[in-house]
């Protein structure tokens, strides 16, 4: 089930093995599994829709860093 989140820090990831690429601060949803953490968010204007995977690890990390807000 997708949550609601805020990036409100400095969030980075990888599109394969490219350079890292940051989100931009805002809302997103996301979905966890035990593996990965799938966030989705709108660019601004709402036209184009973005989203990305990462290992949940690192998406715990930003977390606990704060850089990611979870809604309660």
């Not at 204007?45 to 184009?48: D, F, L, N, S």
């Given at each position: 089930m997708a949550q609601s989140a805020q990036i409100v820090g400095n969030v980075e990831y990888r599109d394969g093995d490219g350079p890292s690429l940051v989100i931009r601060q805002g809302?997103?949803?996301v979905s966890t599994t035990?593996?990965?953490a799938?966030?989705?968010?709108e660019e601004e204007?709402?036209?184009?829709h973005s989203s990305t995977s990462m290992p949940?690890?690192?998406f715990q990390r930003y977390v606990a860093e704060g850089a990611i807000r979870l809604a309660a």
């Open positions: 809302p997103v949803e035990p593996q990965d799938t966030l989705s968010w204007g709402g036209e184009v949940i690890a690192d």
